[in-house]
């Protein structure tokens, strides 16, 4: 009898035990699950930090297209200016005049 009694005793110790270990668990679920949330929160911050960069990204980029047109355009009228300089100036040549 008193060998049933220490069994059952070991029994509900044992029982408790794993009932503290539960409750211990129940509540770094909770922790965890707080965590996780935060997590979301900031993973979708993040998101939309990256989304935004890129549009910025895009749009930086289609003014840079448009800076690089404008500057061709540049480059050849400043190109045809010094042709013209130059027939000006062979021009005033062919005249007599030398340019000083």
Do not use: C, Y
């Not at 509900?12 to 965890?32: F, G, L, M, R």
């Not at 990256?50 to 840079?64: D, H, K, T, Y």
């Amino acid at each position: 009898m008193q060998f049933i009694v220490e069994q059952q005793a070991q029994f509900w110790a044992s029982v408790q035990k794993h009932d503290e270990e539960i409750a211990k668990n129940n509540e770094q679920i909770a922790k965890n699950s707080e965590q996780i949330g935060k997590n979301s929160e900031h993973i979708a911050t993040l998101t939309n930090l990256v989304g935004r960069l890129a549009q910025a990204e895009i749009r930086i980029a289609e003014q840079m297209q448009g800076q690089e047109a404008r500057l061709t355009s540049m480059e050849t009228q400043a190109k045809q200016l010094f042709e013209r300089m130059d027939r000006f100036i062979k021009g005033l040549e062919g005249n007599g005049h030398k340019p000083q």
